[in-house]
């Protein structure tokens, strides 16, 4: 079996929060390292795709893909209203 490639980075952090990974550290008997990639690994699962909707997003609207804002506000305009509008 392959050991998987790794690389070091050197980051700076405050001095309460390299107490706070120590003590962690120490209390799951991991060591600081692996909590901060996984903190790391986290925090991307957490937030790639909304930058890479955001992307997407824009990209469409350079396209001329998106909604008017009058035909947005007429919409929500109309919810709860006899006369509801479908999404544009």
Known sequence: METP???TIT???RNALKKRLE????STGR????LATEAISAYLDDNEW???GILAALSS???GEGV???RI???????????????P
């Open 5 to 7: 490639r790794t690389a």
């Open 11 to 13: 980051m700076r952090v």
């Open 23 to 26: 003590k962690m550290a120490r």
């Open 31 to 34: 060591s600081r390292s692996f």
């Open 50 to 52: 909304q930058v890479s």
């Open 61 to 63: 609207l350079d396209r």
């Open 68 to 70: 008017p804002h009058k």
């Open 73 to 87: 506000r007429q919409w929500v305009a109309s919810w709860k209203t006899s006369r509801e509008r479908q999404s």
